[in-house]
């Protein structure tokens, strides 16, 4: 994002040069000023950094040139589905997809981006512990399995947190409303089918309570149709 910035609006250079980054000293770091933003080479970005850490390296991250995340189709059974044009969940390509919109990851600013399509992109430019990202990343999902249905994750580096973050959470937040996402009463109902073609229309936020008493609800009126239904074969029994 800061390379684009400086491009643009500071002064244009090779894009795909990898021995150059662009400096960030905006504070907070989302909070872009230009006049804060250097072209340096990336050894006196790591130079620079070095000092802070000793004697210990600090390595850079460039994208991995994966497109498509086969361990996440693994786990969701292999589905039948394109791989060289693959639903946005599967696809790790930093291009930009068709109507896709970005929105910082809340808590995440200037780390971390959202998309509507259900992406999670890691920016370049900053560091975590002895690591410095040079380049952008499509984070990989992961999907917990619970009965017939599931729940789409991704992780953070460790050193900004170290618990599991729920798509589809982060998605509705972003995307249709605002809520409290510390309010762990609250729940995401996600009727996409299936799970991985994502329609925002089609996610609700709702209490916890209301969706576990509709599945005793369902409990309960599948015990009394199985009870009608020997209740009625007896009695067709008793008549013969």
Known sequence: MSKLLYYCFVEKFDLKNRRLAVVNESNPQWDIDLSKLSLCPVSYVLRERN???G????????????VFNDSLWKQLGKPQINKKNPPAIFNLSIKDLPDQQWKPLPGFEGKYVISNKGRIKRLSDWSAGYQFFGEEQIIS?????????GYLYFKLHPKEDTNPKMLLRLLY????????????TLRIINENEPLWDIDLSKLSLRPIADTFNKTIIKKWNRKISQNLSDLTDELILHRK
């Open 141 to 149: 999902l992961n999907v917990i399995k619970k009965d017939k249905s």
């Open 173 to 184: 937040y972003c995307f249709v409303e605002q809520f409290d996402l510390n309010d762990r």
């Open 51 to 53: 000092k802070d850490f």
């Open 55 to 66: 004697v210990i390296k600090v390595r850079t991250i460039f994208n991995s040139k994966k």
